[in-house]
T-cell receptor
Framework: DPKIIQKPKYLVAVTGSEKILICEQYLGHNAMYWYRQSAKKPLEFMFSYSYQKLMDNQTASSRFQPQSSKKNHLDLQITALKPDDSATYFC??????????FGPGTRLTVL | GEQVEQRPPHLSVREGDSAVITCTYTDPNSYYFFWYKQEPGASLQLLMKVFSSTEINEGQGFTVLLNKKDKRLSLNLTAAHPGDSAAYFCAVSFINYGNEKITFGAGTKLTIKP
């Protein structure tokens, strides 16, 4: 059974629209993260959460908003989508002082 | 903050040859080090985690060397085979203002030629 679930696997959106990327982890971890991967940047850290609290935000744009409704959930809301937002978005989780495990990713295409 | 430099960005070797990927980092207080493998179209998969001052860890078909004195981490794939074709990322864990952070290298795209 997959331990980190990301939904959807593929997502196509139009410019200006809003989408939510879902991430759930069943590893019992306290920390969760979002990364973005595109042709321009191999792996770009976006956010980290620990015990549902924002710990680090390296995303310049406020169009990206993480949402943690439960300890094992960290969704990513993206508003006013732009073609440059096209990328694969990876969710990851970890226990303290331990390695991060990555989800399968959501491939977002903005037309 | 921590800076992690990974070299080379692209590497092509023949099947059976060895391949070496190196990362250097700047924070001397870094304490956990990781290597991840990402096959085409797939997610990142943890290869190995190391944390001693100077350590050689051997996995299936690869060796990881950590030299904290030189702040250098390397991944050596011995006798490369087609299944090793992938992107490889190093990652370094450190404490920043009381919070644990991990910085990833920019990745190395490894191609194994027959």
């Amino acid at each position: 059974d997959p331990k980190i679930i990301q939904k959807p696997k593929y997502l196509v959106a139009v410019t200006g629209s809003e989408k939510i990327l879902i991430c759930e982890q069943y590893l019992g971890h306290n920390a969760m993260y979002w990364y973005r991967q595109s042709a321009k940047k191999p792996l770009e850290f976006m956010f980290s959460y620990s015990y549902q609290k924002l710990m680090d935000n390296q995303t310049a744009s406020s169009r990206f908003q993480p949402q943690s409704s439960k300890k094992n959930h960290l969704d990513l809301q993206i508003t006013a989508l732009k073609p440059d937002d096209s990328a694969t978005y990876f969710c990851a989780s970890s226990q303290e002082n331990a390695e991060q495990f990555f989800g399968p990713g959501t491939r977002l295409t903005v037309l | 903050g921590e800076q992690v430099e990974q070299r080379p960005p692209h590497l092509s070797v023949r099947e059976g040859d060895s391949a070496v990927i190196t990362c250097t980092y700047t924070d001397p207080n870094s304490y956990y080090f990781f290597w991840y493998k990402q096959e085409p179209g797939a997610s990142l998969q943890l290869l190995m985690k190391v944390f001693s001052s100077t350590e050689i860890n051997e996995g299936q078909g690869f060796t990881v060397l950590l030299n904290k004195k030189d702040k250098r981490l390397s991944l050596n794939l011995t006798a490369a085979h087609p299944g090793d074709s992938a992107a490889y990322f190093c990652a370094v864990s450190f404490i920043n203002y009381g919070n644990e952070k991990i910085t990833f290298g920019a990745g190395t795209k490894l191609t194994i030629k027959p």
